[in-house]
């Protein structure tokens, strides 16, 4: 009968111990308003690039890449970038565009000529399920087998 009343009395006392405790733990509550959070503070934008810059930017990136063996003449007014030129490769003018858009150019207008050989290599490319991506994985092979139950 004695364990019976002690384990009585110690399930009594958890709960006061533990509101205890966590009394001890808690931080005092401040007097003082809530904090309310306003929106955060702009962050000022950077002042827009000149033309020159960002054409002088737009060539300095061709330079650099794969793309430089075409010679795509760059022209840039009010922010927008014009791309003209000759490639024999479909990927570049693709390329062109967004290296043009990284150095800062707010449009990019892409005038560059693909040559009907290269548009054709793709097409065939494209047809012969060459890119990984345009293979349906349905038609290749099963993922799952079903189970008879």
């Not at 794969?66 to 760059?74: A, C, L, N, R």
């Not at 693909?114 to 038609?139: F, H, M, P, T």
């Amino acid at each position: 009968m004695y364990k019976k009343h002690a384990a009585i009395a110690l399930l009594c006392l958890f709960p006061a111990i533990g509101y205890a405790v966590t009394k001890a733990v808690q931080p005092a509550r401040q007097l003082t308003a809530p904090v309310t959070h306003s929106k955060p503070a702009a962050v000022p934008k950077q002042a827009p690039k000149k033309d020159a810059d960002i054409e002088k930017d737009i060539r300095a990136r061709f330079a650099k890449s794969k793309i430089s063996t075409h010679h795509f003449q760059v022209h840039v007014q009010g922010g927008v970038a014009t791309i003209e030129g000759q490639t024999d490769v479909l990927q570049h003018k693709g390329t062109a565009t967004r290296l043009a858009k990284n150095a800062g150019a707010t449009k990019v207008v892409n005038h560059i000529a693909v040559s009907q050989a290269a548009k054709d290599k793709a097409a065939k490319n494209l047809a012969s399920g060459r890119r990984r991506a345009q293979v349906k994985r349905s038609d290749t092979t099963a993922r799952t087998v079903k189970r008879s139950s």
